[in-house]
């Protein structure tokens, strides 16, 4: 209790990097980021190296490897989390894809009468403040001078081109940029690869401030509770090697995620009064929302055999391993500098919707994200979801071990909307991949296969095969109404000072695609509201309102 720094972040994962890297600029300001899991190395080809993605999932080296509690809508499967445990977090280990969301999503986070900072208006400055978008000239909605460089997918690919043919085919438009005036519509994938290497929220904010001596990181730290003198917290206690150690803080940011935060303030006494009591943990502040409101995006693969050898298949042959990881070691170049997710787009299944509510992610190979392949010929697959489920679910740990993973309920599948949008989003998935532009290519459908036909066909199967996009969020939501858990003016935990959530379990609602990006600018904005600064100047920029007919 001896040490004093003016801000403690647990957790140096994606927004625990970026909160870093801006409250540690003022040289005044002492920073200590408490990282559970094992350094970013500059030579771990397992996370540097964008196409050996799947490696890290699954591997207890750099995945928290979280599963949920039995799914009672999906035949009691237990479907696996993968949430990166290293520093820079699941930026560390995701699939590098760099999607803002829809700007109509910030406009439903600011119905809240709290949120009005929290529009679109308010969140594009801190978007174009956090990057540096190689493929777009000068213009309202993109940045150049931030330290998240953005390439665009090349998508040369010819089964990419046989993708955009097809959507048009299909009745869907090509859009100029999935992050600009128009989101709806399909075009190459931003993504987090720079110069042929992974682009982490480590590498592009925490690395280039670590130099500084008010900085401190400690990896392999584990938090294991938030002190409180009162209502105030004052420092958190940890685990390092042997013993427990505690240290003191001015300010304590929780940056832990979706799934450690709200574990975290559970096992301080933050939470349900009653659930705490029940597993021998005094209440420090009754807050019920905690844990609660936890969203997320189910995907599956829809796959096509290819009769031309040009899908990835060849680069899947174990044999080829040595060459590919040489061509990237020395050169940067070749099948392991991409995330081969270069292409895709959104689009909405029903004219209920105002805005696109199913994303599709093209890949020219068929193979599953931990790397398995259920065919040894050339093929190609559609990712799909609907990113608006009304289902929710918790987070609620079991036990007072800070080591023993919590409870994860996500339902999917319990809602009507949900089942809903799942068959029209695999409609559309086929209805794609049907279209005259890939004649030449399929082969026919590998999955689900001509067996599956009828909606409750369609549904077994997406209960049966899904998997999480891994976009979970929600867990400790801004807002005002009573389960909130967080101030959005403020960033601080209702009814407690000296701590603040900042990281995706305080998105009020899931955005449209993936999460990473929104995560990144909650995270440029927040460190702004934490230290006084005057919030950028809101930016009007005009966006694409769809026109429903009728």
């Not at 040489?326 to 787009?345: D, I, M, Q, S």
Request: net charge negative.
């Amino acid at each position: 209790m001896r040490q004093q720094y003016d801000f403690i972040i647990v957790g140096g994962g994606s927004a625990g990097c970026a909160v870093a890297a801006r409250l540690s600029a003022d040289p005044a300001h002492r920073v200590l980021v408490l990282e559970a899991g094992r350094p970013d190395y500059p030579w771990d080809v397992l996370i540097q190296m964008p196409a050996a993605l799947t490696f890290p999932v699954g591997n207890r080296f750099y995945d928290w490897k979280y599963e949920s509690e039995p799914e009672p809508f999906m035949h009691g499967r237990r479907i696996q989390h993968a949430r990166g445990r290293v520093l820079g977090g699941s930026s560390s280990i995701n699939g590098m894809i760099f999607q803002r969301g829809n700007p109509l999503d910030y406009e439903r986070w600011s119905a809240d009468p709290g949120m009005k900072a929290w529009d679109h208006a308010h969140c594009l400055p801190y978007f174009k403040r956090m990057e540096n978008c190689l493929s777009e000239p000068e213009e309202v909605f993109r940045g150049h001078h931030g330290p998240l460089v953005l390439e665009r997918g090349p998508a040369t690919n010819p089964l990419f081109s046989a993708f955009f043919e097809a959507v048009q085919q299909a009745g869907y438009p090509l859009t100029d940029d999935l992050n600009g005036y128009r989101q709806e519509g399909f075009a190459p994938f931003d993504r987090n690869v720079h110069r042929g290497r992974r682009l982490s929220a480590a590498r592009a904010y925490l690395h280039p401030a670590m130099s500084r001596p008010n900085l401190e990181v400690r990896t392999r730290t584990l938090v294991t509770r938030i002190m409180f003198e009162g209502h105030r917290a004052v420092g958190v206690e940890y685990t390092r090697g042997h013993g427990v150690r505690r240290v003191r803080g001015g300010e304590v940011i929780l940056c832990g995620g979706v799934i450690n935060t709200p574990q975290l303030l559970q096992l301080s006494g933050v939470g349900n009064a009653d659930e705490l009591r029940s597993l021998g943990i005094d209440p420090v502040h009754d807050l019920p929302g905690v844990g609660e409101n936890l969203q997320d995006h189910l995907e599956v693969y829809v796959q096509h055999g290819s009769r031309q050898p040009v899908s990835l298949q060849p680069a899947l042959r174990l044999w080829r391993r040595p060459l590919i990881w040489a061509e990237w070691l020395f050169l940067r170049k070749g099948p392991g500098a991409t995330n081969h997710f270069e292409a895709g787009g959104f689009v909405r299944s029903n004219e209920d919707v105002a805005w696109p509510n199913v994303m599709l992610h093209f890949l020219p190979a068929a193979i599953r994200y931990d790397g398995s392949c259920r065919t040894g010929g050339h093929g190609y697959q559609v990712h799909v979801g609907p990113m608006y489920s009304d289902a929710r679910g918790s987070v609620k740990i079991r036990t007072r071990d800070p080591r023993a993973h919590p409870a994860l309920r996500f339902n999917y599948l319990s809602t009507a909307q949900d089942r809903r949008e799942w068959v029209e989003a695999i409609h559309i998935a086929r209805g794609i991949l049907g279209r005259p532009a890939f004649e030449e290519f399929s082969s026919g459908e590998l999955s689900p296969g001509p067996s599956v036909e009828t909606d409750e066909q369609i549904l077994d199967w997406v209960a049966r095969d899904g998997e999480t996009a891994l976009h979970p969020a929600c867990t400790c939501k801004m807002g005002t109404d009573e389960s909130s858990v967080v101030d959005p003016d403020t960033m601080q935990v209702h009814g407690l000072a000296g701590i603040h959530v900042v990281d995706a379990s305080a998105m009020p609602y899931v955005t449209n695609g993936n999460i990473y990006a929104p995560v990144m600018m909650l995270a440029e904005k927040s460190a702004d509201i934490i230290l006084g600064n005057t919030p950028l100047a809101p930016d009007p920029a005009d966006f694409y309102h769809h026109c429903r007919t009728g």
